[in-house]
């Protein structure tokens, strides 16, 4: 299991989603628990809704790679790790399972309770490295375990934000707005759940990112 301390000044606020991408449960468990593979994580939940705990939260768990949020960069440093297994976009990406979205319910109950995350702090994969990364993706649903990641916005509402402000509020780093604005688009129709993903930007895909961030 790889791992690192946690510095002083980094404290955890945000949890992050992803799909574990492989073919079944054991590979990945395999992979995230073996201390030769380059990555780690703190939780993997299965299809049929197990939890499993792989390294306590306190500890810094290897799997977000090169990411930035908002003003952070490394979000490994301020980040608890859930991987959903499904074997993702490059095989048969499916639905996430009832017991998935149950046992992460209660997971993401937990971690608000004993870590102070806030809804707004629930992030995905694709947020933090829009660039090189889909997951958890556009079949994700973080409605279905009663997260809002968005209300706080409802106070900020006003009806002449540009894109890019729209872009900047969703969270995205200035670095892929200035960068990988396409991506950015891609991601952010990946969390509307967008059946097809395409960097295109129509007035149907504002109005509906502006119902995403102030409704
Ligand atoms: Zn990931």
Redesign the pocket.
Known sequence: MNYSFRKKNKIVKYVVI??TGMKNLKLAYDKLSNINSDVSIHYLISRNGLIYNLLCPKYKAW?AGISKWKKNTNINDYSIGIELENKGHEDKYSNFTKKQYLSLKELAGFLKKNYFITENNFIF?SDISPNR?K?PGEKFNLNKIGINRFKKLNSIKNTTHKINEMLSLYGFHKSYIKYHKEYCIMSVKRSLNYKSISPNISKSFIDNFYNLLFR
Do not use: V
Request: net charge neutral.
């Open positions: 992803h799909y799997h994969h990364k997951d």
